[in-house]
């Protein structure tokens, strides 16, 4: 596994075209968020006509797959974000009727319309005629039906569970597997190339275990479903696995019920029933009933879709019985993943997991009753999860803290497509649209075509996301730079985040320049000992570097780990800068935004507060701690940078770019940097860190190892002031500012002004 402080993995390639013309851009405003994105929109004549000019919005992907877009200012290119309406001849759109079916009758009454799954009967009359229309469309169809291609040449995925049944089970295979069927069966739809449907067919007879792969290995099995308990073909033990696998026999049959025979509809009906909807029964009692994060989302959600896919076909009952036991209890647990300000409850990476789960049960409902059911209105703040992934989204990579998760296969981001197209939020829309997993079969039945504009003009730089369990803020220079500056900080609570979080109160990520100069590690072995077992002070999940309090960017006290457990107490304020139509955002002298935190519980008492703030026009940035401790501290910061070591400062190489850091306070040379090696003692490991318990060790995207900058701290009182500062072109030591020296408690917007 390796490092989260590089490049993230990219499951499926994704197509952009480039644009041809300026970019656009005006001076940043005060508004607040709401009167920003209320502010006047061009005529819906105008707003068509910039669209048709348009193409894809941008000119590129960075180094990180982060979108980039042309420098410069255009008030039609980047019109503030609309929906156009009563334009679509204009547009060269279909006449399409592509709205829910109306029910009558006493309780939930699902339709016989098909297809139904992910997405309402008229999307599907109206795709060729959107993808001549519209470009986006144009290139993710090319791109899924390359997908398509590459699973007509590659075999279903040998079965081969991962630290066993109950440990990682065959998720990634499920998973797959669910990529292969939903890409086919678009591509037969669309095509109607019988070779599509073939491939379907092969799978889910693989997926029955009726039918061999060809990968199998001496170490994996050929036949789905070997080593399982009898009658569990699908390991409902570790149900993820049955749920994924449901979801492939939804789509299937669903999709393709018109071109399947009478037998084999009833074949595939009976096989979803016989390993899915049996094993799925409340009475099961299975623990992520009462779990609010992705494994309901996801479980759920396969039962959801498979309940509806085979709805009026099923003449037992249990398709109803399981579609209203799922909905109730994903109405209870599923929404509320995501917490009252829209951070997701696990961490940003298993953000993915649930709410992908959530869209595609969420469609389903929409298509095949009329309306989302409760998984929207059940919980009224879900719709800011897509605002919480927005901002968590740095210039070259997430806020990754805690654990990454597994591999995304299936999971993607386009919840905010169906977000955006749900609540008429368009900047969700056009948002998710330029990134890199945009590319993706359920997309091009959400993706509303009519939307237009830039998502990001109107929208704050800064946002604090208040609640109590990670208290965390998202702060930047722009939406658009992508070497521009993103800082984020967060405290909170270690326990509530089902095992997925680390002993991070205080931990920050910084970007500059392209590069990540102070990033997250990631994931451990999900296989070592008790790794999920527990959050309290003494469980083993602490004892692997990358989840203790050493492998993250905070204060460690005495070589220990923090206190688990203990709440803290956060502040934050922004002078509210918004960009505009301009991807070359000007930054007014007084802008800025600040966060600070008292994290004293975590230390047992001694008295520790952190701050981090933007200074000079968000060109830098200052991490203060104001510390009251009996004890030795050490002040860690992980990065994949070369460090020099020169006293007070230190000089940071990474990507070709530079970054100085240097002690601003105490000035009197008493504090110094120094450097380690990221890594754990294998000694204080699980097991003396011997077979799945030893430590992962932490490199670089380029290979190289991650190092830590460090400032040892005797027992005493201290201002240490922190000062980050990006080697901008155009910009010499001169420029940067000395900070204030101002106590945390004392710190406002104006404070620091120099």
Same mark, same amino acid.
């Given at each position: 596994?390796?490092?989260?402080?590089?490049?993230?993995?990219?499951?499926?390639?994704?197509?952009?075209?480039?644009?041809?013309?300026?970019?656009?851009?005006?001076?940043?405003?005060?508004?607040?968020?709401?009167?920003?994105?209320?502010?006047?929109?061009?005529?819906?004549?105008?707003?068509?006509?910039?669209?048709?000019?348009?193409?894809?919005?941008?000119?590129?992907?960075?180094?990180?797959?982060?979108?980039?877009?042309?420098?410069?200012?255009?008030?039609?290119?980047?019109?503030?974000?609309?929906?156009?309406?009563?334009?679509?001849?204009?547009?060269?759109?279909?006449?399409?009727?592509?709205?829910?079916?109306?029910?009558?009758?006493?309780?939930?009454?699902?339709?016989?319309?098909?297809?139904?799954?992910?997405?309402?009967?008229?999307?599907?009359?109206?795709?060729?005629?959107?993808?001549?229309?519209?470009?986006?469309?144009?290139?993710?169809?090319?791109?899924?039906?390359?997908?398509?291609?590459?699973?007509?040449?590659?075999?279903?995925?040998?079965?081969? =569970?991962? @630290?066993?049944?109950?440990?990682?089970?065959?998720?990634?295979?499920?998973?797959?597997?669910?990529?292969?069927?939903?890409?086919?069966?678009?591509?037969?739809?669309?095509?109607?190339?019988?070779?599509?449907?073939?491939?379907?067919?092969?799978?889910?007879?693989?997926?029955?275990?009726?039918?061999?792969?060809?990968?199998?290995?001496?170490?994996?099995?050929?036949?789905?479903?070997?080593?399982?308990?009898?009658?569990?073909?699908?390991?409902?033990?570790?149900?993820?696995?049955?749920?994924?696998?449901?979801?492939?026999?939804?789509?299937?049959?669903?999709?393709?019920?018109?071109?399947?025979?009478?037998?084999?509809?009833?074949?595939?009906?009976?096989?979803?029933?016989?390993?899915?909807?049996?094993?799925?029964?409340?009475?099961?009692?299975? %623990? %992520?009933?009462?779990?609010?994060?992705?494994?309901?989302?996801?479980?759920?959600?396969?039962?959801?879709?498979?309940?509806?896919?085979?709805?009026?076909?099923?003449?037992?009952?249990?398709?109803?019985?399981?579609?209203?036991?799922?909905?109730?209890?994903?109405?209870?647990?599923?929404?509320? @993943?995501?917490?009252?300000?829209?951070?997701?409850?696990?961490?940003?990476?298993?953000?993915?997991?649930?709410?992908?789960?959530?869209?595609?049960?969420?469609?389903?409902?929409?298509?095949?009753?009329?309306?989302?059911?409760?998984?929207?209105?059940?919980?009224?703040?879900?719709?800011?999860?897509?605002?919480?992934?927005?901002?968590?989204?740095?210039?070259?990579?997430?806020?990754?803290?805690?654990?990454?998760? =597994?591999?995304?296969?299936?999971?993607?981001?386009?919840?905010?497509?169906?977000? @955006?197209?749900?609540?008429?939020?368009?900047?969700?829309?056009?948002?998710?649209?330029? /990134?890199?997993?945009?590319?993706?079969?359920?997309?091009?039945?959400?993706?509303?075509?009519?939307?237009?504009?830039? %998502?990001?003009?109107?929208?704050?730089?800064?946002?604090?996301?208040?609640?109590?369990?990670? &208290?965390?803020?998202?702060?930047?220079?722009?939406?658009?730079?992508?070497?521009?500056?993103?800082?984020?900080?967060?405290?909170?609570?270690?326990?509530?985040?089902?095992?997925?979080?680390?002993?991070?109160? @205080?931990?920050?990520?910084?970007?500059?320049?392209? &590069?990540?100069?102070?990033?997250?590690?990631?994931?451990?072995?999900?296989?070592?000992?008790?790794?999920?077992?527990?959050?309290?002070?003494?469980?083993?999940?602490?004892?692997?570097?990358?989840?203790?309090? &050493?492998?993250?960017?905070?204060?460690?006290?005495?070589?220990?780990?923090?206190?688990?457990?203990?709440?803290?107490?956060?502040?934050?304020?922004?002078?509210?800068?918004?960009?505009?139509?301009?991807?070359?955002?000007?930054?007014?002298?007084?802008?800025?935004?600040?966060?600070?935190?008292?994290?004293?519980?975590?230390?047992?008492?001694?008295?520790?507060?952190?701050?981090? /703030?933007?200074?000079?026009?968000?060109?830098?940035?200052?991490?203060?701690?104001?510390?009251?401790?009996?004890?030795?501290?050490?002040?860690?910061?992980?990065?994949?940078?070369?460090?020099?070591?020169?006293?007070?400062?230190?000089?940071?190489?990474?990507?070709?770019?530079?970054?100085?850091?240097?002690?601003?306070?105490?000035?009197?040379?008493?504090?110094?940097?120094?450097?380690?090696?990221?890594?754990?003692?294998?000694?204080?490991?699980?097991?003396?860190?011997?077979?799945?318990?030893?430590?992962?060790?932490?490199?670089?995207?380029?290979?190289?190892?991650?190092?830590?900058?460090?400032?040892?701290?005797?027992?005493?009182?201290?201002?240490? &002031?922190?000062?980050?500062?990006?080697?901008?072109?155009?910009?010499?030591?001169?420029?940067?500012?000395?900070?204030?020296?101002?106590?945390?408690?004392? %710190?406002?917007?104006?404070?620091?002004?120099?």
């Amino acid at each position: 596994m390796r490092n989260q402080l590089g490049i993230p993995a990219v499951i499926a390639a994704i197509i952009i075209a480039c644009v041809v013309g300026g970019v656009v851009g005006t001076r940043n405003s005060d508004d607040d968020n709401t009167d920003a994105r209320n502010a006047a929109q061009p005529s819906p004549s105008d707003a068509a006509s910039n669209k048709l000019s348009e193409g894809v919005l941008t000119s590129g992907m960075s180094d990180d797959n982060v979108p980039q877009y042309s420098s410069g200012t255009n008030t039609k290119l980047y019109q503030a974000p609309t929906v156009i309406t009563d334009q679509d001849d204009k547009l060269n759109l279909p006449s399409c009727n592509e709205n829910p079916p109306t029910m009558s009758g006493d309780g939930m009454q699902v339709t016989t319309d098909r297809p139904r799954i992910g997405g309402v009967p008229g999307r599907w009359n109206c795709l060729q005629d959107y993808i001549k229309a519209d470009a986006y469309m144009k290139s993710w169809n090319e791109t899924i039906f390359e997908q398509a291609e590459h699973f007509q040449n590659t075999p279903a995925p040998a079965w081969l =569970p991962d @630290g066993g049944l109950t440990g990682s089970g065959v998720l990634d295979q499920a998973r797959e597997c669910q990529q292969a069927v939903k890409s086919n069966a678009y591509a037969f739809r669309i095509s109607g190339d019988n070779k599509y449907k073939d491939l379907v067919w092969d799978r889910l007879k693989v997926i029955s275990g009726e039918k061999q792969t060809p990968a199998g290995t001496d170490d994996a099995s050929k036949t789905y479903g070997s080593g399982t308990p009898e009658g569990d073909l699908w390991n409902s033990q570790h149900f993820l696995d049955t749920a994924e696998f449901m979801n492939s026999y939804a789509i299937a049959y669903d999709w393709l019920y018109d071109s399947w025979t009478q037998e084999e509809r009833d074949w595939i009906r009976d096989t979803v029933v016989k390993n899915g909807l049996q094993k799925s029964k409340a009475e099961n009692n299975y %623990w %992520w009933r009462n779990e609010q994060g992705n494994w309901n989302c996801v479980c759920n959600g396969g039962m959801i879709n498979t309940a509806l896919a085979i709805y009026e076909d099923d003449n037992t009952g249990i398709a109803n019985q399981i579609l209203n036991e799922a909905l109730d209890n994903a109405k209870q647990n599923c929404v509320n @993943g995501a917490r009252a300000d829209g951070t997701w409850t696990e961490t940003s990476d298993y953000w993915y997991f649930g709410t992908t789960g959530w869209s595609l049960a969420t469609a389903s409902l929409i298509a095949s009753t009329g309306n989302e059911q409760g998984m929207l209105s059940s919980n009224p703040n879900f719709y800011k999860t897509a605002d919480f992934h927005m901002y968590n989204y740095g210039n070259t990579f997430k806020f990754n803290y805690g654990d990454h998760g =597994p591999n995304k296969f299936t999971a993607t981001a386009n919840a905010l497509v169906l977000l @955006g197209r749900e609540t008429n939020t368009p900047e969700y829309t056009l948002y998710q649209r330029d /990134r890199e997993d945009a590319a993706d079969v359920f997309n091009m039945l959400w993706y509303e075509p009519r939307v237009a504009g830039a %998502w990001w003009n109107k929208m704050p730089l800064d946002r604090y996301f208040d609640d109590d369990a990670t &208290q965390w803020a998202s702060m930047r220079s722009s939406w658009t730079d992508t070497k521009g500056m993103f800082a984020a900080i967060k405290a909170g609570n270690t326990e509530g985040h089902q095992t997925h979080g680390d002993l991070d109160v @205080g931990d920050f990520v910084i970007d500059a320049l392209g &590069q990540r100069w102070a990033g997250e590690l990631g994931s451990a072995n999900y296989l070592g000992t008790k790794y999920f077992n527990s959050e309290d002070q003494d469980a083993n999940r602490w004892k692997w570097y990358r989840k203790g309090t &050493q492998g993250q960017n905070v204060l460690m006290m005495n070589d220990q780990n923090a206190v688990a457990g203990v709440s803290s107490s956060a502040k934050f304020d922004t002078t509210n800068t918004v960009q505009g139509a301009t991807t070359d955002i000007s930054i007014d002298d007084d802008s800025t935004a600040f966060y600070t935190a008292d994290l004293t519980k975590s230390y047992n008492g001694n008295s520790v507060k952190r701050g981090l /703030r933007f200074l000079n026009k968000r060109r830098q940035v200052l991490v203060q701690d104001d510390i009251d401790s009996g004890e030795d501290m050490q002040w860690r910061v992980q990065t994949n940078a070369t460090i020099t070591l020169n006293g007070q400062s230190a000089d940071l190489e990474l990507g070709g770019e530079k970054m100085t850091v240097r002690i601003t306070h105490p000035s009197d040379g008493s504090l110094k940097f120094g450097q380690e090696k990221a890594e754990q003692s294998q000694a204080n490991l699980p097991n003396g860190g011997q077979g799945e318990d030893a430590d992962i060790p932490n490199v670089g995207k380029d290979g190289s190892e991650t190092n830590v900058l460090t400032i040892d701290l005797t027992p005493g009182q201290y201002r240490l &002031q922190v000062s980050f500062e990006p080697q901008w072109d155009g910009m010499s030591s001169s420029d940067f500012q000395t900070p204030k020296d101002v106590a945390i408690d004392d %710190w406002s917007l104006r404070s620091h002004d120099a």
